[in-house]
């Protein structure tokens, strides 16, 4: 029986997000300079010609997948809508950064390493800066909301901490004592902690 143009759609959806997930591994481990698209196509166990099909170059393969970090933005915007509270949503904001952290390493892996190198494509560049930016207007509004004195450089510097968290995890997972320092980063923006500091 052939194929219906669902399933056919189903099948189209499925290879790409192989292609995307193969690319987010071996750009994470390798590099961006040390992969190529048949290494991406041989990992997502497809041909190299199947791949340029959904992907023209490894450029857009690699935007692509940093524009899947915009998605994280969208959590946090709908984390904003669910609750009222600014103190809650930042004990929240905190602990899914940490758990986004633990359940995507090869993204963080892949983000940490891209931007240093965001150079790569003028494209890729703005989705940097697209990210940091939507990242710090969140933030500093939660902050203003709170009543910190400096909001802006209050954001720039959560995400400095979280940043560095990602890094010095990523090096050396098996000793960084994680749960411990989001415990006290926690501690560091809880209502007490931050009502000390506001206005």
Do not use: C
């Not at 189209?12 to 196509?41: C, M, P, Q, V």
């Not at 968290?165 to 501690?187: G, M």
């Amino acid at each position: 029986m052939p194929r219906t143009k669902e399933q056919f759609k189903e099948i189209r959806e499925k290879t790409k997000r192989n292609i995307l997930n193969a690319g987010l591994k071996l750009f994470a481990r390798k590099g961006y300079h040390g992969t190529s698209i048949a290494d991406i196509a041989k990992e997502a166990g497809i041909s190299k010609g199947l791949a340029y099909n959904y992907f023209k170059s490894k450029d857009e393969l690699a935007e692509a997948i940093l524009l899947m970090a915009l998605e994280f933005l969208d959590e946090f915007d709908a984390l904003f809508k669910m609750e009222e509270d600014p103190y809650k949503i930042m004990e929240i904001l905190i602990k899914e950064t940490f758990n986004h952290l633990r359940r995507n390493e090869e993204f963080w892996r892949l983000y940490v390493s891209f931007s240093f190198q965001a150079e790569i494509t003028p494209k890729m560049s703005k989705i940097f800066k697209d990210l940091e930016k939507g990242y710090i207007d969140k933030v500093e509004k939660l902050f203003r909301k709170i009543g910190i004195k400096n909001a802006k450089a209050e954001a720039y510097l959560l995400g400095a901490l979280f940043d560095g968290v990602s890094i010095d995890y990523l090096l050396d997972k098996e000793n960084y004592p994680l749960k411990s320092v989001e415990r006290l980063i926690l501690k560091k923006y809880s209502k007490e902690s931050l009502k000390n500091n506001s206005l």
